[in-house]
């Protein structure tokens, strides 16, 4: 858990591009691609704006199935 905090932490501080997979019912599987606006590790939930539809999503970590960097570290 802490791992995904310090993720979490870079990922806000640097404003990159993450995704975030997750399975809809009726949809299917979907990738979202936004910016970390908040997240809190204790109550479970994230919080991303996405850039194309200008809009925020707020996700529990239950409905996430992934979630990553665009970045490429080496």
């Known amino acids: 858990m802490k791992e995904i905090e310090e993720n ?7 404003n990159e591009l993450i995704y975030v ?5 009726k949809k299917g599987r979907q990738r ?4 970390l606006l908040d997240y ?9 704006y996405n850039d194309d539809e200008k809009s925020v999503y707020n996700f529990s970590f239950e409905e996430v199935d992934d979630i990553g ?3 490429r570290y080496n």
């Open 40 to 48: 809190d590790v204790k109550k479970q939930f994230i919080q991303v």
């Open 32 to 35: 979202l691609y936004g910016r």
């Open 8 to 14: 979490f932490k870079r990922w806000k501080e640097n």
């Open 21 to 25: 997979d997750m399975m809809k019912q």
């Open 69 to 71: 960097s665009t970045k």
